[in-house]
């Protein structure tokens, strides 16, 4: 997955190595769970200073509950070239989240995803999660909270995003 850390943060997955066994699925005999471990990441982007679960020190009592949308990436992309963000196409919104807690797993329904990957027979250009950075926490710096999860290449291999899918049979 890729981060970008700007007036939105936005990441992207994709799950090409799914693309074979799509033909395997058949329509509406399976759920999908997309599983995602939120991590605290404070130094990303040179400005986020605030993670979910973080008190909001303008509200005693409450803490910063970061909410999240899974869309469907339509633009084209490749984790080994170069990604223009700009570029990055927002498709339909299969599910939100949101968290008020890192350090945990979260799991996400994205049945209705799947199901449009299996009828397309490819996953095309995969997941966008995106969250508009609002300021959440209002601590000394005017801190935002945002989501940050491992990606595949973390050392943390137990905390690697992932696709869960069940047959209902």
């Given amino acids: 997955n890729l981060c970008e850390y700007d007036d939105v943060d936005r990441i992207l997955l994709d799950f090409d190595a799914l693309d074979a066994q ?3 699925l058949s329509a509406g005999d399976f759920s999908a769970t997309l599983k995602l471990y939120i991590v605290c990441d404070t130094g990303a982007g040179g400005f986020v200073g605030a993670c979910p ?3 909001d020190a303008d ?3 409450a803490v910063a509950t970061v909410t999240t949308y899974v869309f469907a990436q339509n633009g084209m992309w490749d984790e080994n070239g170069t ?3 700009a570029s990055v196409v927002e498709g339909a919104k299969y599910a ?3 968290v008020s ?3 945990q797993w979260v799991s996400v329904d994205v049945t209705a995803l799947v199901e449009a990957w299996r009828a397309a027979g490819s996953t095309g250009n995969g997941i966008v999660l995106s969250q508009e950075a609002y300021p959440v ?3 000394d710096n005017g801190s935002i909270a945002v989501l940050g999860i491992n990606s595949r290449e973390s050392s943390q291999t137990d905390e690697r ?3 869960e899918i069940r047959l209902n049979h």
Avoid: C, E, N, T
Wanted: no cysteine.
């Fill in 59 to 61: 509200s005693p009592g």
């Fill in 137 to 139: 926490v209002r601590a």
């Fill in 161 to 163: 995003p992932y696709l």
């Fill in 83 to 85: 990604l223009s963000w």
């Fill in 96 to 98: 939100s989240f949101s």
């Fill in 101 to 103: 807690q890192s350090g």
């Fill in 53 to 55: 679960g973080d008190a």
């Fill in 22 to 24: 799509l033909g395997a």
